[in-house]
């Protein structure tokens, strides 16, 4: 079957009214950008409570589809048929050679559900359907109508040409990239944070990433495996700028100042600070994180209250409330998984305590950083004015 066309069904258009032609030409541009890697000549168009796509002659209908299902906010794919001439005999024809081609004379229910935007077509939808239906049946013997629980329901859309179609494909939901301003992901080599990042974005937010680690401890490959999943992940999220900030110096000093059973607490606040930074610089409205309930020390109530404090910006934390394994089969189903798991140590992994405080107290946490002053601030700086910036896209 060559389809000449998909109709694009989105499911929710955030923040409506007005602002609903921004939520849709965000979509038609993403949907844009992936279709221009499969070939030339795709056109997307914006259209009352759907888009549609018109094709070039020759594409790879499979990559096609595969494209459009990683943007956020495609809901379904329904490839279409098209019927240039749209006059009623013309239509039947089409629409019976569509049926034929694609199910052949086989016992099926259907019903036929027509659409005309073209208020000057001769008949009306009602009408449409009915005589469509008769049509059909006329000339597959083995239809039957079911107005109710239909095999195959037959969309028959006028336009300025019609468009037939009756098949889908599930999209990811969500809203378009773009639609709902920037956070700053804070994101490490392990499961949890990639998966984060995929279902900020998945909500229209726009991503930018910030790496910390501590060379000579943590090695080129660490890097290179954090770099790999910011890859992965942008195949959704689209490119991201990835920050790489060199930690070891502030994590020797917290390791030489502060009790060593703070160490990850401290270090966790550090990097919030430093995440911060980056995000008002790069006008993000968020930070995000991969933290959930309980996982580790540093991930108790009590702790995240620690980490929580130094910042001003808020702080998404989308699998908060996950069970791991939650989080593993989003991470299997976004294809980072097998990556998150390669055994490269992590710049938290390495200096930390056997017995780290797992209920801290914020006045005690803030008293053993007033260790730090005089020391950190130089540190910091340095740390922020090298970062290295990697520009990462799925290309
Ligand atoms: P993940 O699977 O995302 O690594 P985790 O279970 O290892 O999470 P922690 O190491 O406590 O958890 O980190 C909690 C969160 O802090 C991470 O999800 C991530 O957002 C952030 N984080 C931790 N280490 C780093 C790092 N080296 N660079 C950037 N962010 C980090
Ligand atoms: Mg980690």
């Not at 086989?106 to 009915?130: G, L, M, N, W």
């Amino acid at each position: 079957m060559k389809y000449k066309a998909f109709l694009i069904k989105y499911a929710e258009i955030g923040i409506k009214g007005k602002n609903r032609y921004v939520f849709e030409d965000a979509l038609c541009e993403r949907i844009a950008e992936k279709l221009a890697k499969v070939a030339d000549g795709f056109e997307v168009i914006r259209e009352q409570g759907r888009i549609r796509v018109n094709c070039p002659d020759v594409y790879d209908y499979d990559e096609a589809v595969e494209q459009m299902k990683t943007v956020f906010g495609v809901w379904e794919i329904c490839p279409a048929y098209v019927i240039e001439d749209a006059s009623w005999d013309s239509l039947t024809t089409g629409v019976g050679d569509y049926f034929e081609e694609r199910y052949g004379n086989t016992p099926h229910t259907f019903k036929v559900e027509a659409r005309r935007s073209d208020k000057s077509y001769p008949i009306q939808s009602p009408q449409i359907c009915s005589d469509m239906g008769a049509y059909l049946l006329d000339r597959f013997s083995e239809l039957k109508v079911d107005v109710h629980h239909p095999e195959i329901l037959l969309y028959v859309e006028i336009r300025n040409m019609a468009y037939v179609y009756s098949e889908s494909v599930k999209g990811l939901g969500g809203m378009p990239l773009g639609s709902s301003g920037r956070a700053m992901l804070l994101l490490s080599g392990g499961i949890d944070s990639p998966v984060a990042g995929y279902m900020v974005a998945k909500r229209g937010v726009t991503i930018d990433a910030v790496y910390f680690h501590a060379p000579p401890y943590t090695s080129e490959r660490a890097k290179q495996k954090v770099v790999d999943l910011a890859r992965l992940i942008s195949v959704y999220t689209g490119p991201i700028k990835l920050h790489v900030v060199n930690f070891t110096d502030i994590q020797l000093a917290i390791i030489d100042k502060c009790p060593r059973d703070e160490l990850t607490i401290i270090m966790r606040r550090y990097m919030m600070r430093i995440a911060e930074h980056f995000a008002y610089q790069n006008k993000c409205q968020a930070l995000i994180t991969g933290e959930s309930i309980g996982q580790v020390a540093s991930q108790t109530p009590q702790s995240l209250v620690a980490t929580n404090a130094v910042c001003t910006l808020p702080v998404y934390r989308p699998v908060i409330a996950f069970d791991k394994q939650d989080i593993v089969d989003i991470a299997v189903k976004i294809n980072t998984y097998e990556t998150s798991i390669q055994p490269y140590e992590d710049c938290c992994t390495i200096f930390v305590a056997k017995h780290p405080v797992t209920k801290p107290y914020l006045d005690i946490i803030v008293r053993s950083e007033k260790k730090l002053t005089g020391t950190i601030e130089p540190l910091v700086e340095k740390a922020i004015n090298e970062v290295e910036i990697i520009e990462v896209t799925d290309n």
